[in-house]
């Protein structure tokens, strides 16, 4: 495929074709994504319908294991190889034209003029255009008469009629003077022409070629972080074995400074992990037993042993790659106007260039008639190329969901990538988005003027025996303090309000008011004092009694993120309102929403209910982008303009959300809108660079300034033109791999 008409060629036969449902055709990818019946059409009928186009399909070669990511070294071969033959292709036309050239122009030398006779002149740029018209202009021309056998036109079928009409008439007044001279006529020819303009449409084809291998740079170095290799433990021994050899159940073990081979779960030891590969996260990851570990990822600092889980396509890396390149074979909404353009543009200009011809035949000076018809329809076809048009979108699409994926930020689609753009509120859930979803210990109060040296290790001892989150989060808190570890005995839950044990021969009671009143436990009125302080903080209160007495009070809470604040002023500061969603109370969701500078929230809301408070800020005028967990949040997420579901990746969110965040930082919110405004803002650039050409290009080649100014435009300068466009498309979408993410 050479242009945007190329690609439409191909959908709309695969989309007429039995079964299709739909069909996605990427001209800077060189991909096609059906979706299709398999009880109606299989690949072998796919693959006829593309050809029937007069189009070839190469068929990519399987990975040689499962365990293996499939890389196709066969197109990037075949792909090189074509980048090589078109820069010989370049490099003898380009060789030959600057001999044709000067040979042109001999009639500025009126000596060398006298001295070569004009027919033999002519009979020498004719020996000399000929490699450059069946070598490397060749392609064109096949192409052409592809185009025509199955009655379609494209960028080709413009170059071939156009450096096809230069060349036939240079002939004719090459091998036939007289007839030219009988007329009027002066014999010239336009070999420079056909030559130059295939140089310069060949040099901007390298070049254009070379940009596109840029464009998909994001999926090469995500295939390239697999591990090669995994040091698996065999009959009591470490080996290192080829990863293809790796199976689940596999146990792996990993050393300080080795990638982690593939996905499973840490069996012994701990570390910390670099997985900025994956999540962008820039901070290692601390692991230990029990945690998931997965392939690609750095091993910083010690040792462990994890069991394998996941293999090749099932692992995170595969994943996502999978939904990288799903992203850059969609097609984004705005791309419709260039499809609808290009699907006529090839009939329309050759109209044009024929309407060209035939007023410079009729009106033109009787004597140069003929040659400025010639030029100017040739002008015409060559600047008019549509080049730039089926390269503007995809090839800014397939940049900034590539520069996502570094950054954590798994664009979907380039539908989602066009929403994230025109977002106006961003709808959060507290728990686990704000906040980190998990509760923990900010205070600890003794009361009575116990030790709180002396009460803690006791207290977590009773909490170590129970599973409720509030008693992991005692646990934590005591870890984090140092506390010794004690053994708790008698151990009874009491379901819905606490627990209690016996440690080192005392009772110990630890839960929510009601378990101290049913144990007739008195509350002293200082206790009382420091609960009604916590409370008003809306955190949950915990009461400890020791013997019988009223001991200590924890006050528990689901702590905000530390990057939270910071990534919803950046969002405000965009002039994107930011609201929260929360099932707490209103008294707990303004203290949140205070902290975090959100003025605008809704408390006590069901899980039910949040699809319904998407549809009420929509029903507003809003654009909503709803942030979630991706779990009991996926109504909400699917409701939603646009849903971004935050931590995951591999569960329900992928399906649920347009965007996921491997980070649990919002900060990947305020990285995926920006990222969405800077793409969106390069593709109305490309696409005015690919309309600005043609639009001011076709007019000027086809002689409209001729009256007023006396200027017309040179088919080389025109070739010059075309070749430009589609640089500057690439080269603008490439400035996207520069992009670094917000702070």
């Known amino acids: 495929m050479t242009c945007a008409s190329c690609s439409n060629f191909v959908e709309k036969a695969l989309s007429r074709t039995p079964g299709v449902q739909r069909a996605t055709v990427n001209l800077a990818s060189e991909k096609a994504t059906i979706e299709y019946l398999p009880g109606q059409i299989d690949r072998a009928g796919l693959k ?233 996260e820039s901070l290692p990851v601390e692991k230990q037993e029990g945690d998931n570990v997965f392939g690609a990822t750095l091993n910083k600092t010690g040792s462990f042993r994890f069991r394998v889980t996941k293999v090749g396509a099932e692992t995170m890396l595969a994943q996502i790659v999978k939904l990288v390149e799903e992203a850059q074979g969609s097609r984004a909404p705005i791309q419709q106007l260039a499809d609808k353009v290009s699907a006529v543009f090839v009939p329309v200009v050759v109209m044009v260039a024929i309407v060209t011809f035939v007023l410079w035949f009729d009106f033109a000076p009787e004597a140069t008639r003929l040659p400025l018809a010639l030029v100017n329809f040739v002008a015409v076809l060559i600047i008019a190329c549509p080049c730039a048009l089926g390269l503007a979108t995809p090839t800014a ?37 704000i906040t980190r979803g998990e509760p923990s210990v900010t205070d600890f109060v003794p009361v009575n003027g116990d030790d709180a040296v002396r009460l803690l290790p006791l207290l977590a001892a009773v909490e170590r025996q129970s599973e409720h989150p509030l008693a992991e989060a005692v646990v934590r808190y005591a870890d984090a303090q140092g506390t010794p570890v004690l053994t708790a005995t008698a151990f009874q839950a009491f379901e819905g309000r606490g627990a209690g044990a016996t440690v080192n021969g005392q009772a110990l009671l630890l839960g929510n008011r009601r378990l101290l009143d049913e144990h007739r436990v008195p509350v002293t009125a200082a206790a009382e004092q420091a609960a009604a302080q916590l409370l008003g903080q809306a955190k949950t209160v915990l009461y400890a009694a020791l013997g019988g007495q009223m001991v200590a009070l924890f006050g528990v809470a689901d702590t905000v993120r530390e990057s939270s604040r910071a990534a919803i002023q950046a969002l405000q500061a965009e002039g994107i309102e930011v609201v929260m969603m929360t099932g707490d109370n209103p008294q707990t969701a303004a203290k949140v929403a205070e902290q975090v500078g959100i003025k605008r929230y809704f408390a006590e809301v069901l899980p039910a209910d949040k699809a319904g408070k998407v549809k009420e800020l929509q029903a507003e005028g809003r654009t909503v982008a709803m942030v979630g967990d991706g779990i009991n949040d996926a109504p909400a997420l699917a409701q939603a303009d646009i849903g971004l579901a935050m931590g995951g990746g591999t569960d329900v969110a992928m399906e649920a959300a347009g965007i996921t965040l491997m980070r649990s930082d919002l900060q990947g919110v305020v990285t995926a809108m920006d990222l969405s405004r800077q793409t969106m803002r390069t593709i109305r650039q490309n696409l005015f660079f690919a309309f600005i050409y043609n639009t001011l290009g076709i007019p000027i080649a086809a002689g409209l300034l001729y009256p007023f100014t006396g200027w017309l435009l040179s088919p080389m300068l025109a070739a010059a033109a075309m070749a430009l466009s589609s640089v500057s498309v690439l080269t603008n979408s490439l400035r996207l791999r520069g992009y670094q993410r917000a702070a």
Not at 91 to 117: E, T
Not at 409 to 425: D, P, Q, W
């Open 48 to 280: 006829a319908a593309v050809e029937q186009a007069g189009y070839g399909v190469h068929e990519p070669a399987a990975p040689a294991s499962p365990n293996v990511l499939a890389s196709d070294q066969e197109l990037d071969q075949r792909k090189a190889a074509a980048y090589q033959k078109l820069k010989r292709r370049f490099q003898v036309a380009v060789g030959l034209a600057v001999v044709i050239m000067p040979l042109s122009m001999l009639m500025l030398w009126p000596r060398m003029m006298n001295l070569i006779p004009t027919p033999v002149l002519n009979y020498v740029l004719l020996a000399l255009t000929l490699p450059v018209l069946l070598y490397s202009g060749r392609e064109f021309y096949v192409s052409a008469w592809n185009g025509l056998r199955h009655r379609t036109a494209s960028m080709d079928t413009l170059i071939a009629v156009g450096t096809g009409a230069a060349f036939l008439y240079s002939l004719a007044a090459t091998l036939i003077p007289h007839w030219f001279m009988q007329r009027g006529l002066m014999p010239e020819v336009y070999y420079d022409t056909t030559a130059t303009i295939i140089a310069l449409i060949l040099l901007g084809k390298v070049l254009e070629s070379r940009a596109k291998s840029k464009t998909s740079a994001a999926i090469k170095a995500l295939m390239g972080l697999q591990a090669k290799t995994a040091r698996v433990v065999r009959g009591g021994q470490e080996v290192d074995v080829p990863i293809e050899q790796v199976v689940p159940g596999d146990e792996v073990v990993v050393r300080p400074g080795e990638k982690v081979a593939t996905d499973g779960v840490l069996l012994s030891g701990h570390s910390a992990v670099d997985e900025s590969m994956l999540t962008g």
């Open 397 to 433: 699409i397939m940049v900034g969901t590539g520069k996502g994926a570094e950054h954590g930020v798994l664009i979907r689609n380039a539908e989602a990538l066009e929403k994230a753009e025109k977002v106006t509120t961003v709808l959060l859930d507290k728990t686990g988005t």
